[in-house]
């Protein structure tokens, strides 16, 4: 099947910005993919180019000019009465002859009414993650496609044959994990289950965690929190919908022993800016 490409995510950050957030389908080449993002005022263009060249990443966090430099056109981006809209442009690893291109507009599918309760429920949540029971997460996404890893992964089988991999975690690609998104997230306490396992007896500790719906979390990605760092491995996601549009998501994640080799996966939050 041919290479695809889907926007699954665009939040607005009030007051000024938004989040981007898109997926490939059938990635079958391995290697660097390179993106191009654009911003434009319809589904047609013109466009205006934001990044260029982007290596293997699979966000983009659009942040608009401050008050004091903002041109008038700029000043209402994120207005009920207007629309948004984004391009994603992915070149695969055999050249431009394979692009593939993708466009959605920040809030699809939602009138203006439908968009302001949206964000009245995003803005409820978002304060209450700040102010009251909110505590800074680290998201790092599972790699589905890049660089295929030269130390475990088997071209021939085509499967990975170390799990405790330091290259690429057990994913069968370089570096495993995409850069994390800092954001903000609840979990609440559970008891710790002991099961048997071929190993013996094992303590499994599995929580449930509240954040907004970007970034949009997947089965198998790490979840780390920052203040204690402990980190969890996502196992579901029920995600809470207007009129289609996820607005919430509730994941249920496992924690991971601290002598799993995801713990050498190194989450620095000085070299990521929060997403709020």
Partial sequence: MALGIKITRTLPLHPRG?????DLTTPSESGTY?????RGGGPTGPWEL???????????IDRFPSDDTAVEGDRNALSL?????????????????????????????????????????LRDLSIGLKRLNGT????????????????????????????SCTTCFG???????????????????TAVETAMTPEGKADINVLQVWMLDAPRAEEDDILVFLIDDR???VKKVLPTELKTVAVHQKLIVSEIARSSVEFRLVVDPARTPPLF
Wanted: overall charge positive; hydrophobic content about 35%.
């Fill in 18 to 22: 938004v989040f981007l957030q898109w």
């Fill in 34 to 38: 390179l993106f191009d993002v654009y």
């Fill in 50 to 60: 934001l990044v260029g060249g982007a290596v293997n990443i699979y966000n983009y």
């Fill in 81 to 121: 009465s207007r629309g948004v809209f984004y391009r994603v442009v992915a070149t695969p690893p055999s050249g431009g002859g394979g692009k593939v291109e993708a466009i959605s507009l920040t809030e699809p599918s939602l009138d203006g009414r439908q968009r302001l309760l949206k964000r009245k429920m």
């Fill in 136 to 163: 800074p997460v680290a998201l790092c996404k599972r790699m589905h496609w890049g660089p295929r890893c030269t130390k475990c992964y088997d071209k021939y089988t085509k499967e990975v044959v170390r799990a």
């Fill in 171 to 189: 994913t069968g690609f370089t570096p495993g994990y995409h850069d994390p998104v800092i954001t903000l997230a609840r979990r609440t306490p």
């Fill in 231 to 233: 980190r969890f491995i």
